[in-house]
């Protein structure tokens, strides 16, 4: 179809309406089995997942899998029909008694308000009485009215053969959609591949999403329409309610449907002379119908399949008028299809009069043989100007987002089906199966509604999860450097497109495949594409050999892979999933986390209770069936007890925590990348952290300049052109500039436009300065044009470049102090002129400069003879001899205002913090002192002297390590383990990767920092700032706690609700709960008031105490011991007042003063849980809205469940008066009196302990 929609428009369009004239004809050829195909189509789509599953486990048999899924759902089919017809049968019978025998008994009357009016009363009056007195001969006429209906019924019934026959023909053809589905969609593919051209996928796509979307929609719109239905045929009285919402949600699958049921149950209440109950429920009935049918549904569509409002809306009603009930899929579907073909159209005809030459050549392209000169031509692109907006976004239109196939997140709908494969949901229908059995459908009733709530609570938990994690990965979005309408710009690398001009340089994470045009010293890691170990040297000339294999295509660059040493420009020749790595995207696809150590923890803890539940439940069960209590009802309350005593929700919980703990941590700057990774934060002792950007601004000024024997002052701040170079007024003159300031732009591969800096901070700052001395860099390059380069490495602490000049090959360098004086022989006087170097007085110089906390920076220059150069770094070092020394550069990145008080925060908390960095040692301790780091200063080249026992000996008083490289940091990192710490290391650049990964937490700079870094780290940055790494810290141990909190109160809870069941029978009491109060518990200690802890503030202490270590388990012999504590308290006061009742009242009243009591417990004992060692009554006490909330909303509903009657008859519970609920309130405040006592005598035995 691309070819056809790049023509004129009626070209463009006749074969799509020959098309659709097709797909109309063999319509209505088909019409006699379209429904019956179309509904087999349906019911195989949404049960297909099932269906590969049963096949997996069958050894892929295709026949038998079939023949089974065809086979359950005939038998779901039948039982669902059979379940419906006798319900059915028996409301109609009764509404049928009930009727006749409203026209027997009871006269009509006009209602009140009607019959008191003065006008319509008189009018209407009449007719009522003439009704009245006609009365016998309307039963009849009603009667037979109803008898005419049964026949009709009847012979609807006749129909039945008809309607099996077709029944049969869709289960034939489910049978067959299951074992050849694959076969024929795969051959359709095929025979419309030719017309549909490349975006066949874009339709494809379209229409399963839609369809996705319609049953989304209608189921979701059917249960909403059931669930309110229920509602209002409850309040009004009707009999049936449950049961009359189901087939009113079975109705409701299509628009309006559900108006059959609403009719008859207002015509029932009408003729009863209920006029008011079935007034507000034709009322009721209207307004949910229409809103749910022409505005929810149509919105949930269009929101779930991305369609447009009106689309769905002509969709489903066409849809039902040309085609019936399989319209609402067909409609929608069909025309959201069309919708994608003609914006395609559209985008072709809008970008025709400006589109580019045809970019992108066929996918088998050998790109590597072809020179750059021919590549760039084949993509119709400009390698100094780039393409153009105009043209980027065509392309982008054409060949789609630069992504690669990811597996995509789970729809909502999704994630609320998966709740109910939860064992305690499993365990909660049984429970409602069995209450039907022994024929208490009201508490049947109840526990569908438990577990509806259950499923909500866990959907949202998760679904907040979920939102939570796909923002951060949306966070860590990649970025790349793009030269566009002739400018460079960073870039959203998923914007990138065939023929886009990519700037790389090292520490890069390569966004898309591309040839490379220009190569210094370029290397890339490949390994994840091709398995090589060793970076893989790059080179610009075309390779002869067109099937070379990947790993040897040396002028390419493959999506995914880093640039590991040099720079590079390379054009694009393929994006997302046409490029080398799209091919392996299905290994891509991210994989589930492992369980962090809390959840393995918890998990343990769990099934160990969960074991002691399931005794004490035996134990129970075993004592109601000797008590002769029936079967059905003894297995009903021990499944109760089940739900109510297994704490089979505490991981998932601690996983909800974690995600929205890292959603709040990203708001603060700290991107984490694992889950595990929130926990290990709580016990780091020991930040080793980076100097410049991290404890610093990074915007480097440079403030003092040595050159040619004169020392100069140079004014302004940061990154703006303001100020100027002028010499001591201790200084004779000033010299010519141009020596000085020529290497700073030559020898630098970073952009300053205004004062934003593209590329390196110091690198910025030195262009800052050359621009106050008027240097401008695009004139010295077409001057001076660069023709090698030996990139900047931690290593050997310096950069050249090397550039073709008339009298030869002109070489400028920049690094680090001692390294170039090393390099050096000769330096520039007064007056320009070379001669020798003084060692000494340059070193001195350099100290002095670094002693007032001056980042120092030495420029050197050098010639060579015209002629060929080395291609290898090493032999280009080797050319850099005899350089002349030119500068001393000072440079000033002064301390965050809030680094020191960060710093001050960790040493409070028991977290050491060590800075580790390349400048030299006197710079590195003025900046520790004013930071108020403590500790020795150790240098680099004293480091590589120690070692690894003296060093893990020695480093705990080591506060600075200066002059370091990328290695040692992991030589630090090792010792600071071999020496029991939990290590957090920072680092931005390519070499610090072994380091982050060898940390426990390594932290990577999200503004600074090289992709290479980033993936390798655990946390990012997003600020570059110490102060966030110190909050992430924080948050962390926030994050535990609070998890603490959640915990300590479930499981006290489960312990108090076993030993009480436990112990009531042992006593020779009954049990002191009902089922239904248990599932009651349940709720609340899953629900709001344990949701709400979660969210509680940080506490003001958290950073007050050393680290908890590491291993240490979150049940304590201590904790575990007050866990018991407050169970057993629940327990002696519940059953003390369950005894009490007993004694003085019926069981009744017991059994609801028992359950009061302990619900109160759980009140009070959600204020213990908040704090673990002070007091509940501290300052925060009132700060968590949402618990007060969720307190609020428990004792108000407990006060309906003890007052209502309605909610009496479903909790089996009896009011009870004031003097019960001051005996509960006192019994159940017990455990936070006790609790406070507790916590009070062990801080003075602690204070006593400390004097």
Known sequence: MDRFLAKAPLQAFMPLLLLIGLILLAAWVLSGFFTSIIWAVIIAYITWPLYRRLRQRLNDNADLSAGLMTAAITGLIALIIFWLVAMLHNEVTMAYQSLAANFSQQPYQLPPAIRHNPWLGDYLQPWMDRLNRDRSGTVVQVLNAARQGLGQLAQWLGGVGESLLNLGLVLVTVFFCFRDGNTVLQQVRLGLKGFLGASQALYWQTAGDTTRAVVYGLVLAALGQGLTAGIGYAVAGVEAPVLLGVVTAILAMVPMGAMLVWGAIDLSLFLSDQWLAGLGLLLWGTLVVSTIDNVIRPLVISGAGKVPFLVVMFGVFGGLSSFGLVGLFLGPVVLSVLLAVWQAWLATQTDTATAPPEANEPPNTAWHHLSAEAVL????????????????????????????????????????????????????????????????????????????????????????????????????????????????????????????????????????????????????????????????????????????????????????????RGRAEMVVTATGMATEIGQLAELLTRTDEAETPLQRQLGSVGKRLALLALAVVAIVFAAALWRGEPLAEAAFTAIALAVAAIPEGLPAVVTVTLALGMHRMAQQHAIVKRLAAVETLGCTTVICTDKTGTLTVNQLTARAVYYRGQSYQVSGEGYQAAGAIVPDTASPGTADLNDLLLPLVLCNDSDWHGAEVIGDPLEGALLVLAAKGGMNKQQALAQLPRIAEIPFD??????????????????????????????????????????????????????????????????????????????TIPALADLLQALTFTALIGLIDPPRPEARQAIALCQQAGIAVKMITGDQVLTASVIAQELGLPGTVLEGTQLAALSAEALAAAIDGIGVFARTTPAQKVQIVNALKKAGHIVA???????????????????????????????????????????????????GRGIYDNMVKFIRFQLS??????????????????????????????????????????????????????????????????????????????????????????????????????????????????????????TAFNRHFFANRWFWLAISTVLALQILIIHWPPAQMVFHTTALTGGDWLLATGIAGAVLVLEELRKGLCGRMIKIAGN
């Open 1053 to 1174: 809870t489960n312990i108090g609700a076993i030993l009480t069941v436990l112990s009531a029978p042992l006593l020779g009491m009954p049990l002191p709960f009902t089922a239904v109060q248990l599932l009651w518990i349940n709720i609340i200690m899953d629900g709001p008031p344990a949701m709400s802890l979660g969210v509680d503030p940080l506490s003001a202490h958290s950073m007050e105490h050393p680290p908890r270590a590491s291993a240490a388990p979150i049940l304590s012999w201590p904790r575990l011991g007050n866990l018991l504590c407050y169970g057993l308290t629940m327990a002696i006061g519940t059953l003390g007042i369950l005894y009490y009742g007993l004694q003085t009242g019926t069981a009744a009243h017991a059994t609801t003063l028992a359950f009061h009591t302990f619900v109160l417990f759980q009140v009070f004992n959600v204020f213990n849980a908040r704090t673990e060692h002070g």
């Open 794 to 871: 931690a290593e050997h602490k310096f950069m050249a470049t090397f550039h073709r000049s008339a009298d030869g090959i002109r070489v400028f360098v920049k690094g680090a102090p001692e390294v170039l004086l090393a390099r050096c022989t000769f330096v520039q006087n007064a007056q320009g002129e070379s001669v020798a170097l003084p060692h000494e007085a340059l070193l001195a110089h350099n100290a002095a400069l670094a002693s007032t906390g001056l980042r120092v920076l030495a420029v050197a220059v050098g010639q060579l003879p015209d002629g060929p150069l080395p291609d």
């Open 985 to 1035: 290391m920072t680092g931005d650049g390519v070499n610090d990767a072994p380091a982050l990964k060898s940390a426990d937490i390594g932290i990577a700079m999200g503004v600074s920092g090289t992709h290479v870094a980033q993936e390798a780290a655990t946390m990012i940055l997003t600020d570059d700032n110490f102060a966030s790494i110190v909050n992430a810290v924080k948050e």
């Open 377 to 564: 031509k084949a993509q119709a692109t400009d390698a100094l100007t780039g393409l153009s907006t105009p043209q980027a976004e065509q392309r982008r239109h054409q060949h789609g987002a630069n992504q690669l196939a990811a597996k995509p997140p789970r729809p909502a709908w999704r994630l609320l089906l998966a709740q109910f494969k939860s064992i305690l949901i499993l365990v909660l229908i049984t429970a409602a199966v069995l209450a039907a059995l022994i024929g208490d459908l009201m508490d049947g009733a109840v526990i569908m509604g438990v577990v509806m709530i259950n499923a909500l609570l866990g959907f949202y938990q998760e679904f907040q999860a979920e939102q939570a994690l796909a923002a951060l990965k949306k966070m860590l979005t990649l970025h790349a450097t793009v030269r566009r309408d002739g400018n460079v710009a960073e870039l959203p690398a998923e914007q990138l497109v065939p023929g886009d001009i990519v700037l790389l340089e090292a520490g890069n994470k390569i966004p898309a495949d591309g040839r490379i045009l220009l190569a210094y010293s370029l290397e890339a890691d490949e390994s994840s594409l091709t398995g090589e170990s060793l970076p893989a040297a790059k080179q610009t000339q075309a390779l002869s050999d067109a099937a070379a294999p990947l790993a040897e295509r040396s002028t390419m660059l493959y999506m995914n892979n880093t640039i590991t």
